[in-house]
């Protein structure tokens, strides 16, 4: 079936310093879409990329869908204390119409 | 306008015995999605309704889970009997145009001892 991995697992940064997490889904995606899940919280939607090749930005967020439709990425510039969380890459894709979770980056920032 | 509401929060329950879980989602929403994420691992994918109708429930473990949303309002998930290995928490999600935003609730967290 298909699978969404993402990398890193988990990501310990200092204030100030620049986080990415990459997502690889085995199959091709019609969209992607990226959720944030703060400690004890429930997932968050932060933005949908649909187009092959896309680029997204959010203030210090960058998300970009790549060009074979079959990964992403998200990239914090300066990261923030209120950035931890775990960040999850979600994809939709082939004959299915559910949304297929990645398994997920936890960022943590150190003061 | 309120969000997606799930009952309860938390459920702490014997193996062996029933649960059930309820969630609300957004008024006017036709997609109700369950979700698991079990032990701080992926969320994975249980079912889906548009409306009262089970669209995909491929993500169902077996036959210990039974869903419905009953007048394709408020669903149900109940687990019948629990076993050790269902503890995680449960997520509810829901929007109105399929591919768009997904609202999750809260969330319940189930504890099976």
């Known amino acids: 079936g298909q699978q969404v991995m993402q990398i890193p697992q988990y990501q310990h940064v200092q204030e100030g310093e620049d986080f990415t997490t990459y997502c690889n889904s085995s199959?091709?995606?019609?969209?992607i879409q990226w959720y944030k899940q703060r400690p004890g919280g429930h997932p968050v939607f932060l933005i949908q990329?649909?187009?092959?090749?896309e680029v997204k930005k959010q203030k210090r967020l960058t998300f970009q869908f790549g060009e074979a439709k079959k990964n992403s990425s998200l990239h914090i510039t300066a990261t923030q204390t209120t950035d931890v969380g775990t960040y999850f890459c979600?994809?939709?894709?082939?004959?299915?119409?559910?949304?297929?979770f990645g398994t997920g980056t936890l960022l943590a920032v150190q003061p | 306008e309120a969000g997606v509401t799930q009952f309860p929060s938390h459920s702490v329950i014997e193996k062996g015995q029933t649960v059930t879980l309820r969630c609300d989602p957004i008024?006017?929403?036709?997609?109700l999605y369950w979700y698991r994420r079990v032990m701080g691992k992926e969320i994975k994918f249980l079912l889906h309704?548009?409306?009262?109708?089970?669209?995909?429930e491929s993500g169902m473990p077996n036959n210990r889970f039974l869903a419905e949303r009953t007048g394709g309002t408020y669903s149900t998930l109940k687990v019948q009997p629990a076993e050790l290995e269902d503890s995680g928490v449960y997520f509810c999600?829901?929007?109105?145009?399929?591919?768009?935003?997904?609202?999750f609730g809260q969330g319940t967290r189930l504890t099976v001892v």
């Open positions: 979600a994809g939709r894709g082939g004959a299915t119409n559910k949304l297929i």
């Open positions: 199959t091709t995606l019609s969209n």
């Open positions: 990329l649909v187009k092959s090749g």
């Open positions: 008024s006017g929403h036709d997609n």
């Open positions: 309704f548009v409306k009262e109708s089970k669209q995909d």
């Open positions: 999600a829901s929007n109105q145009v399929l591919g768009t935003e997904a609202f």
